[in-house]
């Protein structure tokens, strides 16, 4: 069995060290898992786990369960890599296992994607609105939490799909390019959608506004 | 114009906003977007209204969290718990182990039964001994004739003889 050079302390405290197994190729990587090297996969673990973290948060919106997904997705990735052609990417062979396991694990435990309360009170609009207007976040711990959940609620009024694109362009910060081999889906497609969905979002809560509180929102935009 | 209308941009443009959003410029797209920028309310609506929701999302949506220490590891020590279980049910050993149990459990139990079966056989004579005695000695109908029967005739009037006899 072939050996992947460690990159752990040598002090055992865990923190990673760079060694040349960083420089070692990712389709290498895959080939040493396919004749039978855990170790390589282990690398292959650290370099996809953060970008795994974000594509099941994304879609789960639980932070407590997606740790037990993630691991999920690497083992069901180890115990298929056999079957694994190297025609794409890893990353998006692993991004679909990740989009799979994360309908299963809903499906298995008979829920939906954590959802709000479809509309929005007449004081969170003026919250929002107050926000959006002078663009400060409020100190105060228990209004940013009412914040976050109007923003939520209104992440609510999207599509499955639009929302996971959103979440995972805007908050965690993956590309266009990375987006598009996530979903499986065209570039320019991913922009025209990821540009509908932000417009989408701030017009149900223009909607939802007084009429002069968005006749000085238009001002303000001028 | 009505808030939503103003929030509709040209499709034609659509990906090059977001482009714009993410500051991806390239000079002569942007040069064109610019031009037209100016003169659609759709277009510079829909791109302020994006800004918006960018800034909403960042500032209010938590990312995941990150992985804590030791996820690599502890996932390599599920997969390698998982191989190994996987390894022992797909053994070339497995199947014949199988086999032997279940050959040791019908023989087990086989042999429950013939020592079951041999202790009622060897028993019951002792606690009924008298009684099965009785039972086995056979009621004799007809009695040895007296002599050779010569004929049919001989022979049934011996039968309806010994019938009345019997009566």
């Known amino acids: 069995m072939a050996n992947v050079p460690n990159s752990t302390a040598p002090d055992g405290s865990g923190n990673r060290v760079p060694s040349f197994r960083d420089n070692v190729k990712e389709r290498e990587l895959v080939r ?34 997606v740790e037990d997904v993630a691991q999920q997705v690497f083992i069901k990735a180890f115990v298929s890599i056999r079957g694994f052609d190297m025609r794409a990417a890893f ?48 100190a105060d711990a228990s209004k940013r939490a009412e914040l976050r959940q109007t923003v939520e609620q209104l992440l609510d009024q999207l599509e499955d799909s639009d929302r996971q694109m959103l979440v995972l362009k805007e908050v965690e910060g993956l590309s266009v390019q990375e987006i598009s081999e996530v979903m499986d889906l065209n570039i320019n497609t991913v922009k025209v959608r990821l540009f509908r969905a932000r417009a989408k979002l701030v017009e149900w809560h223009q909607r939802r506004q007084p009429r002069a509180a968005r006749a000085s929102a238009g001002k303000r935009r001028e | 114009m009505s808030a939503e209308s103003e929030l509709r941009a040209c499709s034609e443009f659509e990906p090059l906003l977001e482009d714009f959003l993410e500051g991806d410029r390239n000079a002569v797209e942007a040069q064109r977007l610019q031009t037209h920028l100016a003169g659609c309310a759709g277009c510079s609506g829909a791109l302020s209204a994006a800004r918006q929701a960018s800034q909403l999302l960042r500032e209010f ?44 459990m ?53 039968v309806s003889g010994a019938g009345n006899d019997n009566k």
């Open chain 1, 91 to 138: 990353s998006t062979w692993l991004y679909k296992i990740a989009v799979n396991e994360c309908w299963d694990y809903l499906r298995r435990k008979r829920v939906r994607p954590l959802l709000y309360e479809a509309d929005l009170s007449e004081e969170q609009n003026q919250h929002l609105s107050s926000y959006v207007a002078t663009e400060k976040a409020p």
């Open chain 1, 32 to 65: 040493l898992c396919q004749d039978g090297t855990p170790d390589a996969f282990e690398e292959l673990i650290r370099r996809h786990q953060q970008r795994i973290f974000s594509v099941v948060r994304s879609i789960l919106r639980r932070r407590e369960d």
């Open chain 2, 61 to 104: 949506i938590e990312p995941a969290p990150p992985p804590s220490t030791g996820f690599a590891l502890r996932t390599m020590n599920a997969i390698r718990a998982e191989d190994e279980s996987a390894a022992v049910e797909t053994s070339f050993w497995r199947p014949m182990q199988t086999f032997a149990w279940r050959l040791a």
């Open chain 2, 106 to 158: 019908s023989a087990g139990l086989g042999l429950a039964l013939l020592i079951g079966y041999a202790q009622v056989v060897t028993k019951a004579p002792e606690a009924n001994g008298e009684e099965i005695a009785r039972s086995t000695v056979p009621t004799e109908i007809f009695q040895d004739p007296m002599y050779a029967p010569q004929s049919r005739e001989d022979v049934l009037l011996m």
